[in-house]
């Protein structure tokens, strides 16, 4: 019965994405990843497409909490209206800080997000990945900004390295950061 009802409530993401056969693969991540130097506001500058994701200027703030978690604020506009979801983010192991968990809703587990690559004042990649059985895996990746566009060899570069780490982004594509006018 657990099954069913995990298998339930994950299949409607399944769906959105591409699956990939077999596990997720396992990327390297940020050395000596600083935490407190990656807290602040962030612009999502490419994506792996996400169903979550539907609007444009997507961006998300992150700030410590006083019991060491992290208050995750993603927003976007979507049909002319700011749309903002709150979440929390936990480090979930101590030993490899770059591997942080994120989830906007008290009920569902922990989300990876893992900061493969950061300089934490222009660019970060990021990347998430769900297995299903270990038989296939939906995933997630993003190219983050500290500002709403990035060169395009830094782009390029982002993309080489989650080629490098076998995951796939011939499908990501451009988010748009224009028309960002309304406060977010």
Known sequence: MKFFL???????????????????PEPAVQPAFSLKQFMGRWFEIAKLPAQFEK?????????????????????????????????TGVIEDMKNPAKLGISYSYV???????????DYVNSALVYSCTDVLRLFHVDFA??????????ESTIERAREIFATNNIDVTRMIASRQQGCDKTL
Not at 62 to 86: A, P, Q, Y
Not at 108 to 118: A, F, K, R, V
Not at 142 to 151: D, E, M, N, Q
């Open 55 to 87: 609007g444009h200027c997507i961006e998300t703030n992150f700030t410590m909490r006083t019991d060491n978690s992290i208050r995750v604020v993603s927003s976007e506009i979507l049909k002319g209206e700011v749309r903002k979801i709150e979440g």
């Open 142 to 151: 993003w190219i983050l900004g500290r500002t709403r566009s990035l060169p």
């Open 108 to 118: 569902l587990p922990y989300s990876p997000y893992w900061i493969m690559s950061t």
């Open 6 to 24: 995990v298998f339930a409530l994950i299949l409607p993401a399944i769906w959105a994405q591409i699956p990939h056969w077999g596990p997720c």
